[in-house]
């Protein structure tokens, strides 16, 4: 069972173009404003995943878009600082002390980006798994937004990140495309914390030594946790119906074609 999920909505909407509001907000399904929204499709995957408290972490200046979702459910998590001045593990940090706050010896806990959307049996298969895992794709597609995985197998990852060229990962395994959704067991879920604070600090009263300090994104913390061995991998299969949304084109493609698919792949499934 997932207990708990931390959710990162903070960040800035500057490539969508003349979509405007919180992308995790906004509607799955063209011109029909009974549509779940990404956010909405995936709290209703974790209320069925058994998960017991979300905290969503969100901008000061988007709060009041996300306030109405508050509840016994959701906590609202709004990080002090405005996105733009700091990276995605400022935020993650805030989620994981909203945690344990709520549970101080940590609970099974997801981490996930906002802004994605996947068919119903990943939750299934994430709930299967055992300690902390970090979950790729076994597909690629060559973009520069792609965040690949590298090592020497699944229970030994080396490298995450974008444009990895050859010269750096030779003699590596393509561990796949990271989901961007991580699962962290309790005692991993005081590791991601540890590393974080050391990496983003906490002013005025402790420094930042990550190389990016503050504007460090999540995915220098998972590269952390590779090295001390600490966060193995587990790569789904590349028929998935998975995507997250960058670019006004992504948003398209999952309206009119992949929310479409997934709603008839989970309708396959439920059959069964």
Request: contains cysteine; negative net charge; hydrophobic residues 45%.
């Amino acid at each position: 069972m997932i207990e708990s999920v931390v959710v990162l909505a903070a960040g800035e909407n500057r490539r969508m173009g003349e979509v405007t509001g919180p992308k995790a907000l906004l509607p799955l399904r063209p011109d029909d404003p009974a549509a779940p929204s990404f956010l909405s499709r995936n709290l209703e995957l974790f209320r069925a995943a058994g998960t017991e408290r979300v905290f969503l972490v969100v901008s000061p200046a988007d709060r009041a878009a996300f306030e109405f979702l508050a509840d016994e459910f959701v906590e609202l998590v709004v990080t002090g600082e405005s996105p733009g001045r700091t990276g995605s593990s400022v935020s993650m940090l805030a989620g994981l002390r909203a945690l344990l706050r709520w549970r101080p010896d940590g609970a099974r806990t997801l981490v996930t980006d906002a802004d994605v959307v996947y068919e119903r049996s990943l939750m299934d298969h994430v709930g299967a798994l055992d300690g902390s895992r970090l979950l790729t794709i076994d597909r690629v597609n060559g973009d520069g937004e792609e965040v690949r995985v590298y090592g020497h197998s699944a229970d030994e990852p080396v490298l995450i990140g974008k444009g990895l060229n050859q010269g750096m990962t030779h003699g590596l395994e393509l561990l796949g495309e990271s989901l961007g959704l991580i699962l962290l067991d309790a005692r991993g879920v005081a590791s991601a914390a540890d590393v974080t604070r050391w990496i983003v600090g906490s002013p005025p009263d402790v420094r930042p030594y990550g190389f990016g300090a503050r504007l460090s994104e999540h995915e220098e913390v998972w590269q952390y946790l590779f090295t001390l061995g600490r966060l193995p991998v587990s790569q789904v299969p590349g028929s998935l119906l998975f995507s997250e949304c960058d670019f006004p084109a992504d948003y398209r493609h999952v309206q009119d074609f992949l929310f479409p698919a997934i709603l008839e792949r989970d309708a396959m499934t439920s059959v069964r």
